[in-house]
């Protein structure tokens, strides 16, 4: 088992916490093709309910879409090549995964933390402080 399959494994046991439906929701991304450029019109709402900054998710979905891109003037991500919105929703997830919920509560309450170099995720719901790896 790998460190992904144990990462998906521990968020499917994670139990709901009460009864208050608190799951984090997350806008579908809005997606248009403008030629070769897939524009991700909502970009900058996602990067606000995921509480990160537009350039470090920029950067995720560069690396998982295995492309290049920039964030327009507008805030919309702008990328090369052609992706559905189910694509980037993919992508989306696995940053949620990486950069935003605590691997030990799964709870968003967190802060993404650089200390020697290394990039930290901080949980404040729980303490934990867990390396992104990078
Ligand atoms: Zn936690």
């Known amino acids: 088992m790998d460190y992904e399959d144990q990462l998906e494994k521990a968020l499917d046991e ?3 916490i009460d009864g208050t439906d608190d799951r984090f929701e997350v806008p579908d ?3 248009r093709q403008e030629g070769k450029v ?15 900054d537009p350039e470090h998710v920029m950067k995720h979905l560069q690396m998982e879409m ?6 327009d003037e507008s805030g919309r991500a ?3 090549g052609s992706f559905g919105s189910d694509r980037l929703e993919e ?5 949620l995964q990486g950069y935003v919920l605590c691997s030990e509560c799964g709870l968003p309450d967190t802060r993404l933390e650089r200390e020697q170099g290394t990039e930290i ?14």
């Open 14 to 16: 994670t139990p709901d």
């Open 29 to 31: 991304p809005e997606v």
């Open 38 to 52: 897939t524009v991700f019109e909502n970009f900058q709402q996602v990067c606000d309910r995921l509480d990160r």
């Open 66 to 71: 295995g492309t290049s891109g920039h964030i």
């Open 78 to 80: 702008r990328l090369t």
């Open 91 to 95: 992508a989306i997830v696995t940053y």
């Open 121 to 134: 995720l901080r949980c404040e719901a729980c303490g934990a402080r867990t390396s992104t790896g990078e």
